[in-house]
């Protein structure tokens, strides 16, 4: 019974001896099963994972603004041209009238233009401006303005067909240079048509100019322009130099005002523009690609050239 007794104090002994061993195992390690918290983000080790680069967000202000209002307004349309046209040479618009003008070959040969005219639709049908007219009123005809009174103004050379740059064999180094000169120039005419197409008025223009010694030249009329006047405007080329001048009411080449001359110098590179009134307004571009704009009008039987400001939007 002793033993026993003594057995048994010694078992409940050493249990209690391993029971507080455990426990303070338990206590000197209490983080065993927890991982600690962190901020920093886990070490990459292994060198194979792919990696993205994120791109950082672009926040762009759009700030929406009312447009002004156009300066200049355009519309584009193809139109099916005749084939009785010919070349298209030339294209007038007139109120609400388009007139063409083309060039075609006739049976001798000779270089006949032919005058066709629509209303302004969007797609317009083009007829003979003269149905009934006799063609041969036309022949040398190369360029025209509409007066008006919806007739017509045009400019005729008599001989387009022996100018010698269009022959494509043409060699000027024996080509008589002189007889040319001194009958260029008288080949040309300025006429005006009724309403019919018969010529009621015909001006030859050779009688303008003064063509003595000092004013021999290469001379080539390039262009006729009206304005709402019924002004008529030239220009012709003249020693290889742009020139433009006017006629006054008697058909004589107006003084141009300020000087003593009857012709305005050009820059080579120019278009029209018509006026709604009285003038003409001339866009010039130099050969520093300064842009000029003036008005042209004839007043008092001179011819005036009165530059104007270019406005910001208009372009070459």
Request: hydrophobic letters at 35%; glycine letters at 4%; a negative charge.
């Amino acid at each position: 019974m002793e033993f026993h007794g003594k057995h048994s104090v010694c078992v409940l002994l050493m249990g209690m001896l391993f029971c507080t061993a455990g426990c303070a195992a338990t206590e000197q390690n209490p983080s065993a099963n927890h991982t600690k918290a962190t901020d920093l983000p886990p070490l990459v080790t292994d060198t194979s994972e792919e990696t993205t680069d994120a791109e950082p967000e672009e926040t762009v202000s759009v700030t929406e603004t009312t447009p002004a209002e156009a300066l200049y307004k355009a519309k584009a349309a193809a139109w099916k041209m005749p084939e009785e046209l010919g070349t298209l040479q030339t294209v007038r618009i007139y109120e609400d009238d388009v007139y063409l003008l083309g060039t075609r070959q006739n049976d001798l040969q000779q270089t006949e233009s032919v005058l066709y005219h629509a209303k302004a639709d969007t797609e317009p049908e083009f007829a003979p401006l003269y149905a009934n007219a006799n063609a041969s009123a036309f022949v040398g005809l190369t360029d025209f303005d509409v007066l008006s009174d919806g007739t017509i103004c045009g400019l005729i050379c008599e001989n387009t067909d022996a100018v010698p740059y269009e022959d494509p064999t043409f060699n000027p180094d024996e080509f008589d240079w002189e007889s040319y000169y001194e009958n260029y120039a008288t080949q040309y005419q300025l006429v005006w048509y009724d309403k019919n197409g018969v010529v009621c008025k015909k001006l030859g223009l050779s009688t303008l100019l003064d063509l003595d010694e000092t004013s021999r030249q290469t001379m080539a009329f390039t262009g006729v322009r009206c304005d709402a006047s019924d002004h008529v405007y030239l220009t012709a080329t003249i020693d290889e130099s742009e020139c433009l001048m006017a006629l006054d009411d008697n058909g004589n080449l107006c003084p141009v005002q300020g000087n003593a001359d009857n012709v305005l110098s050009l820059e080579s590179d120019y278009q029209w523009v018509r006026c709604s009134d009285d003038g003409m307004l001339l866009w010039e571009c130099d050969t520093d690609d300064v842009q000029h704009l003036s008005h042209i009008v004839v007043t008092d039987g001179a011819l005036w050239k009165t530059q104007t400001a270019v406005p910001e939007r208009m372009t070459a």
